[in-house]
């Protein structure tokens, strides 16, 4: 079976700056992937390279078996690879609507965009309410979920998820893991980047550790958390300065 | 219908009346806001692409003899989306993620090179003293008077069609069309479009098209009310849909509507009933002679003043800015301190030859030229203050000269005093002025100071300088606005010669103070407030004040070099020297050749004045080759090259804000140190917020 979403062995980084270091990864259609590890280890920009946000300097990404380095950002969006981005993650110019349905109407087409719509607003009826809202107005965990609506709506076969729960309080953040639980109950892959250990692997069947831009560990979910507890924070609290170098 | 005589009929005629060009400024606001909107570039090169369709549509009509239909779609709907694409593939494509006063930047130098090029190719000599054709036949012959009270010509009525239609049809377009939302969504962060599996290259070369082939629109039907076809005339049409477009908030295609129709109509009606008031209050006077023109200077720079809400309504940053890698680092900063040694006595060797041959050689005329260089050197300090310093763009530095050259007339011819106090006198007024316009000014900041400042600029050339005690009235009228020499001593400044030592002194004793400045406390706060305004005001810094006396010491640098420029020339010739269009280029010369230096500034001077008589008449190959007579044919080259070359300088001004002699310079350090295998060159630091925008290094 070929997977999902392939890196084989990818580099990239911003400018004179390098951020990952022949980084391999693999995700199966219907898979959930944790990415584990401190501040400035090249989590996000793994997350980049994997939905061509950034292209790497070396290496490929395979996307369904077909190699995708360097093309397009829109490619892998048709490919059928989500990115909810770190951080604010909606167009703030745009009414809640229109967020939502700038993205239907590529994905599902004009004709089922009204149905794709009514779909959003009957799971978040706070959506509904807002719905001729300015994004920008809104939260941070409104915000959240008006991208979650999106991707659930969406179906996409591979979401990556980075830092989703970053800033939001905790009543928010578990409405967002029971929105991805659905997501992957629908058949969805997910990768998804994360500090909430916790969270992160009660939902996902595998985990990658990433440290200072390679892949130090990858395993089963179930252990993770031990290796978690014993090698990343340990070598974390040695590492500080390394670490804050290497911000991207 | 006829209505009775009295204020009410004058009253509904001055409305009429005002319709016409209320029109006209609306049907530019509109543009601007479609532009704004669909693309995120403020886009002072509007003027110039409406200009160039409107040049394209009299030749084809006029000089071609072409019909209407085939001239119009020529020019509208083939050359003007050619336009736009050409400038989204080249330009705008690389700026998406700049700041928007480096877009800003980059439209004044495309407004400046656009219709030079376009002249160039099709050999179009602009219009003087001839009405251009409208677009529907005998359009100017033709009248309707509906009420009985203002008869509208044809063209002006078809203008009125058009503009509403094209307001319907956009609305339409942002309301109900798919494309309309992407071309939002694109402007807001085209990455995060692209996450939604839309392709943002494809939506901004629509939005380019679009915008553009609406600009020719405007042009080709705007045309008609000037009786000359030259581009400064659209681009002071667009100066005034501006404070239309801005009553709109850059965004309401409706208000941006309402906006010029009403800024038209309220010129009509000041026009109708300010003669009246005259008669009873005699002290109107002035105002009922400068007043009208001034209106829409007025309107936009109160709006931006007084409403605050404008200027924050779209200041939405790309969430994913990050992706972009971090930007290079000065070449000062990269510099090893042996090349810097090598670099400053390799320059101070050429330039003490160059001072040298100059001084003994030159005849009259390159006397003249160089002295100009170095004047505009000087003024161009002021630049370097204002904006390699403080890092905000000023449009009004033109204005700031004339000040001065204006306080040296007043001062000197009208009132006795020796030029050589009336001149630092001059600055002094500038300098005050300068403070009080920056107070409100700079606490906008990005494009809306710049705006601001061009707003004021364009109200000094409409009102001020008419005053008496500016632009010395009927006096100026009859006499000009001469200016005399001075006598110091044993010096006689009416000598050339005598006169570039003294133009070199005061350039190098303005260099000294700038190079104080920067490095001292205020460069210092300055540099601060440019890295993270929040930041420095957590550490107790007052931006305002830093802002405040770069912006008083810039004016007062101009208005210095202002005055010493008219005394050079024996007279103010405020029109060919400080006129708005002046500042404009002045910026672009700077912000090409690099708006940091005192070196940048220098060039810029001689860029202004030695490279059109030394290097497109071919003057130099001559005096390489020994021989006038060996001049390669193709010389002289058009003057129009300086504008476009330099206009299209300003591209650079995204990536590397520093200008092109620093980064020339960075290269070349960068690589002798390779070669040297000495120290190797510093990499670029990343930042801890990396795609910071490009303006903001140190």
């Known amino acids: ?248 | 219908m006829t209505l009775a005589t009295g204020v009410g009929a004058d009253f509904l005629r001055a409305l009429l009346q005002g319709t016409p060009p209320g029109t006209v400024y609306a049907l530019v606001a509109l543009g601007f806001v479609l532009t704004y909107k669909t693309s995120g570039v403020f886009n002072l090169a509007f003027g110039a692409q409406a200009y160039v369709s409107a040049a394209m549509y009299y030749k084809a009509h006029t000089e071609w003899g072409w019909s209407i239909i085939p001239a119009l779609v020529l020019s509208v709907f083939v050359l003007a989306p050619a336009i736009g694409l050409t400038l989204e593939r080249l330009v705008f494509r690389y700026l998406r993620t700049g700041t928007s006063v480096a877009k800003l930047v980059v439209t004044i130098g495309i407004s400046l090179a656009l219709p030079n090029i376009f002249e160039l190719i099709t050999n179009f000599k602009g219009v003087v003293g001839q009405t251009p054709a409208g677009i529907v036949p005998n359009g100017s012959g033709v009248f309707y008077d509906p009420f009985g009270v203002y008869p509208f010509s044809r063209d002006e009525l078809t203008t009125i069609g058009v503009a509403v239609i094209a307001m319907l049809c956009l609305a339409a377009l942002f309301r109900f069309t798919a494309i309309g939302l992407q071309m939002r969504a694109v402007v807001e962060s085209p990455r995060m479009t692209e996450l939604n599996g839309i392709r943002s290259d494809r939506v901004s070369a629509v939005s380019w098209a679009l915008s553009s082939t609406f600009a020719g629109l405007a042009g080709v039907l705007i045309a008609p009310r000037f009786n000359t076809l030259a581009a400064p005339d659209f681009f002071n049409l667009v100066v005034v849909a501006i404070a239309a477009a801005i009553l709109g908030r850059l965004v309401s295609l409706p208000r941006a509507l309402a906006g010029g129709l009403g800024l038209g109509m309220v010129i009509a009606l000041l026009g109708t009933f300010l003669p009246r008031w005259v008669d009873s209050n005699p002290w109107l006077r002035p105002f009922q002679e400068n007043l009208t023109p001034a209106v829409p200077f007025v309107v936009l720079f109160g709006v931006l003043v007084l409403w605050p809400a404008i200027r924050r309504s779209r200041e939405v940053s790309d969430p994913l800015s990050g992706v972009d890698p971090p930007i290079s680092s000065l070449a000062l900063a990269t510099r090893s301190a042996r090349s810097h040694l090598i670099g400053r006595v390799f320059t101070v060797g050429v330039l003490g030859t160059v001072a040298t041959i100059v001084y003994f050689r030159a005849d009259a005329s390159w006397m003249f030229l160089v002295t100009q260089a170095v004047i505009m050197a000087t003024i161009y300090l002021s630049v370097t203050m204002i904006t390699g310093l403080a890092g905000q763009i000023s449009l009004c530095q033109g204005t700031f000269a004339a000040i001065g050259g204006f306080g040296v007339y007043q001062l000197a011819t009208l009132h006795g005093m020796s030029v050589l106090v009336a001149a630092p006198i001059a600055a002094v007024i500038a300098a005050a002025v300068g403070a009080v316009l920056s107070l409100p000014v700079l606490r906008l900041g990005g494009i809306w100071t710049a705006v601001a400042t061009l707003a004021f600029a364009f109200f000094f050339d409409a009102v001020a300088i008419k005053f008496s005690w500016v632009g010395g009235g009927n006096t100026s009228l009859m006499q000009g606005t001469r200016v005399p020499r001075p006598v110091l001593g044993p010096w006689d400044f009416a000598d050339d010669r005598a006169f570039l030592v003294l133009a070199v002194v005061v350039f190098i004793i303005v260099s000294i103070v700038v190079v104080q400045i920067r490095g001292g406390t205020i460069g210092r706060t300055l540099r601060a407030i440019r890295g993270s305004e929040v930041a420095a005001q957590s550490i107790g810094i007052s931006p305002a004040r830093a802002r405040v006396v770069a912006f008083a010491v810039s004016a007062a640098i101009a208005a210095l070099g202002g005055a010493l420029l008219s005394i050079h020339q024996k007279n103010v010739n405020y029109g060919s020297n400080f006129s708005p269009v002046s500042s404009l280029f002045w910026l672009v010369l700077v912000v090409s050749l690099g708006a940091r230096t005192i070196e940048g500034a220098a060039l810029a001077g001689a860029a202004f004045s030695i490279f059109d008589p030394l290097i497109l008449r071919g003057t130099i190959f001559g005096w390489i080759l020994r021989s006038p007579k060996r001049v390669p044919g193709f010389f002289p080259i058009s003057p129009k090259w300086r504008l476009i070359l330099f206009g299209l300088g300003t591209l650079q001004f995204a990536r590397h804000p520093e200008g092109a002699v620093e980064f020339w310079r960075g290269r070349t350090s960068r690589w002798l140190a390779a070669r040297q295998q000495s120290a190797p060159p510093a990499p670029d630091e990343p930042t801890e917020s990396i795609g910071v925008d490009g303006a903001v290094t140190s």
Request: charged residues 20%; contains cysteine.
């Open chain 1, 1 to 248: 079976m070929t997977a999902l979403l392939e890196l084989r062995n990818v580099s990239a980084g911003y400018g004179a700056f390098r951020a990952l270091f022949g980084v391999s990864v693999e995700v199966q259609p219907g898979e959930a992937v944790a990415i584990l590890g401190a501040n400035g280890v090249g989590k996000t920009t793994l997350a980049r390279v994997a939905t061509g946000l950034l292209a790497p300097t070396s290496g490929t990404v395979l996307v369904d078996g077909v190699d995708m380095s360097g093309t397009a950002t829109y490619r892998f969006a048709r490919a059928g690879v989500a990115h909810a981005p770190e951080g604010r993650s909606v167009f703030a110019t745009l009414s809640v609507e229109d967020n939502l349905r700038l993205s239907f109407r590529q994905s599902k087409g004009r004709a089922n965009t009204p149905a794709a719509l009514a779909k959003a607003f009957e799971l978040f009826p706070m959506l509904a309410a807002r719905r001729h809202q300015i994004a920008g107005t809104l939260s941070g965990g409104q915000q959240r979920m008006l991208a979650m609506a999106r991707v659930i709506i969406e179906e996409p076969k591979l979401l990556v998820a980075d830092e989703l729960s970053l800033g939001l309080a905790p009543i928010v953040v578990d409405e967002v893991y029971r929105s991805l639980r659905r997501l992957k109950e629908s058949g969805s892959a997910l990768l998804i980047v994360e500090q909430h250990v916790g969270h992160a692997l009660a939902l996902c069947d595998r985990a990658i550790l990433l440290d200072r831009g390679t892949v130090s560990w990858s395993g089963p979910a179930r252990e993770a958390a031990e290796r978690v507890a014993t090698h990343v924070f340990e070598n974390d609290s040695g590492n500080d300065g390394d670490a804050a170098a290497a911000a991207g």
